[in-house]
């Protein structure tokens, strides 16, 4: 697992965010100039091991999205902070609680196939249902493909029946990680519903503002 640290406008607490497969911290540079939190971004699963956070903020959350939904709620028992998940489940890939298997394989047959192209292909996928894909390609992610083709074929096996978050919400236009899945998994649990798509943060000024959507006092 590798790490970031994204440097905000004052130091009131850290926000620890588990991003999504095929990213890293520069998509999100942009969020965090003016945040009240520093940031510290988690990416590259093809082993979990966690690194040591920054000590010393008066205040700690953990966000986990998309695959990194799955990682944080894996290690919760590691995670001593408040956990949000965002658009995720325990199960990367699995029938009635993840991406389906067969649309998992035609992702990666075609990274195979067609490398970057079907990498691009993929990224604007994530903006179908949210603004900023201009945003998001001024500041793409640098990771090697070979990287992540090998991360996508081990996280495909990323599983856990853990409930274990403070708060919850669904991306109910999420065309990565089915709507469908989300309400499956968390049935019976209190979440809240967005009508968000795979990639909401560019709706938002900061990562403060987003947290808010979970809980006012955050």
């Known amino acids: ?7 905000g406008k004052a130091r009131e607490g850290l926000l620890i965010f ?22 510290f971004i988690l990416f590259d699963y093809r082993e979990l091991s966690l690194p040591p956070w920054p000590e010393g903020y008066p205040r700690y959350y953990v966000l986990g999205w998309s695959l990194g ?18 658009g995720a489940t325990g199960f990367f890939c699995h029938p009635r609680w993840g991406i389906p298997p ?3 394989a035609l992702t990666l047959s075609g990274l195979k ?3 970057l192209k079907s990498l691009k ?4 996928n994530m903006f179908r249902e949210d603004p900023g894909l201009e945003q ?6 640098q990771r090697p493909l070979a990287a992540l083709i090998e991360e996508l074929e081990i996280a495909q096996n990323y599983t856990t029946r853990t409930s274990e978050a403070t708060q919850v919400i669904i991306t109910a236009k999420d065309p990565i990680i089915p709507p469908r899945a989300q309400q499956a ?18 709706r938002f000024r900061d990562f403060s503002t987003l947290l808010r959507n979970f809980s006012p006092e955050v």
């Open 121 to 124: 292909k993929f990224y604007q």
């Open 102 to 104: 067969k649309i998992f």
């Open 113 to 115: 196939k067609y490398g």
């Open 1 to 7: 697992m590798q790490a970031r640290l994204l440097k």
């Open 69 to 86: 939904g799955v990682v944080a709620l894996k290690l919760a028992p590691h995670l001593p902070y408040p956990l949000y998940i965002l």
């Open 18 to 39: 588990f991003t999504g497969w095929g990213l890293d911290e520069r998509p999100f540079a942009s969020l965090t100039a003016q945040s009240p939190f520093d940031l």
């Open 185 to 202: 998994f968390w049935q019976g649990k209190p979440v809240q519903t967005r009508p968000w798509g795979h990639f909401p943060f560019y």
């Open 136 to 141: 998001f390609w001024k500041n793409p992610p």
